[in-house]
């Protein structure tokens, strides 16, 4: 399989707007296994849009992530944003497809800035004092995606825009609390230390898997701050068109259900990553599918 750098070498100097949006789908679909299936319920117009949003944050998380790129993750996610600025031309396919959308659907390049501000964040910040700085990295590293697929099927009121805000942060968080494990192991830990220590619980009993009633009671206290900002992004699918409205729902369902499913393990998820099945995901679209 072609890697990124791959990719990179190959179109390096694509100029061409048509194959710069393919090569955006293209990404997608490998990196992103039902974007074939999820794009076909986007506007056919829209969709070179969201494949370019897709591609530009994909290829950005792998410079913060990916382990082929340690040592040198600043300095590419820096050049990234030195390339939506345009403070060095830029033939590079993402970037090529990125500004003809930006240009098209006047965007604010504000919100793509802050997606890389969090991604460079990752690079250096490991833990979090407090809850309101866990929720300012989700102001930046998860709440510009849904502002900007709300901007790019033409919304932009903001209300609409207060209420993905709280969807997309309690999607972070939801994921946050499903990956405690994964990330400890890149010593990332996103449980404010404040609350480590108002429940009686640290890092060192984290570090070696201590599942005890302190654990179980500071994952509680996350499940339901993230299920109270989940609520108040409740009423957005219903202010959308079709298909919008019907994805918005089905993703909340999801991220409700991931919050459910950590509650019927009893808060573990330490010893245990709870994820969403396949067959999880059918009454999901179901229930999606009748209250839309």
């Not at 990404?27 to 530009?56: G, Q, T």
Request: hydrophobic letters at 40%; one cysteine or more; charged letters at 30%.
């Amino acid at each position: 399989m072609n890697t990124l750098k791959d990719y990179e070498a190959r179109l390096e100097n694509l100029a061409d707007v048509a194959a710069a949006y393919s090569f955006c789908r293209e990404l997608a679909c490998r990196h992103y296994e039902n974007f074939p299936v999820a794009s076909r319920l986007i506007r056919r117009p829209l969709r070179k849009h969201v494949a370019a949003l897709y591609a530009f944050a994909r290829i950005a998380d792998d410079f913060s992530d990916e382990p082929e790129y340690e040592g040198v993750r600043k300095q590419r996610l820096n050049e990234w944003r030195e390339r939506l600025h345009g403070e060095s031309r830029s033939s590079h396919p993402a970037f090529v497809a990125l500004h003809a959308t930006l240009r098209e659907l006047d965007l604010p390049v504000r919100l793509f800035d802050d997606l890389l501000s969090a991604f460079l964040q990752d690079v250096d910040k490991k833990r979090y004092a407090t809850f309101d700085e866990v929720l300012d990295y989700c102001r930046r590293s998860a709440n510009p995606v849904g502002r900007i697929v709300l901007m790019i099927h033409g919304y932009r009121d903001p209300e609409l825009f207060r209420q993905s805000d709280a969807i997309c942060t309690a999607l972070q968080l939801a994921n946050f609390w499903q990956d405690i494990s994964v990330d400890l192991k890149k010593d990332r830990i996103y449980i404010p230390q404040e609350d480590f220590k108002a429940f009686g619980y640290s890092e060192g009993d984290l570090r070696m898997g201590v599942v005890n009633e302190k654990f179980k009671s500071l994952m509680k206290h996350q499940v339901n701050r993230t299920r109270a900002l989940f609520e108040e992004g409740r009423p957005l699918s219903q202010a959308l068109s079709w298909p919008l409205s019907w994805e918005i729902r089905l993703t909340w369902l999801g991220g409700r259900e991931i919050l459910r499913k950590i509650r019927r393990m009893g808060f573990d998820t330490l010893t245990q990553r709870p994820a969403l099945a396949r067959w999880d995901w059918i009454p999901l679209v179901v229930r999606a599918v009748l209250s839309a």
